[in-house]
């Protein structure tokens, strides 16, 4: 079982930034894609940014120069780096983990206000 532990949610003005963390219980290089997700209640969950074991990025393309998703093995944890944000970023965002064997495992999620 892999747990994963979001934080850096809040509240915070339109154009501020954010630093999402996530942080897995295990060595996130055995882990072959680490995401990160968000959801707004009535709609689906939507992908806003992956990354893969060999370093290869993903962004939602309406959040590509405005967001950064970043690891760091050593301390098994997973940023996403939010800037610029706007009102409509306002969801509650997830991290997501895909193992080697298929297995995916979701945080619970942290909620990320934007005030206009």
């Known amino acids: 079982q892999v747990q994963l532990v979001e934080s850096g949610g809040g509240l915070v003005q339109a154009g501020g930034s954010l630093r999402l963390s996530c942080a897995a219980s295990v060595s996130i290089g055995s882990v072959d894609t680490m995401g990160w997700y968000r959801q707004v209640p009535g709609k689906q969950r939507e992908l806003v940014a992956s990354t893969t074991s060999g370093g290869t990025t993903t962004y939602a393309g309406s959040l590509k120069g405005r967001f950064t998703i970043s690891r760091d093995i050593a301390k098994n944890s997973v940023y996403l780096q939010m800037s610029s944000l706007k009102p409509e970023d306002t969801a509650v965002y997830y991290c997501?983990?895909?193992?080697?064997?298929?297995?995916?495992?979701w945080g619970q999620g942290t909620q990320v206000t934007v005030s206009s």
């Open positions: 997501k983990a895909r193992m080697w064997n298929g297995a995916t495992y």
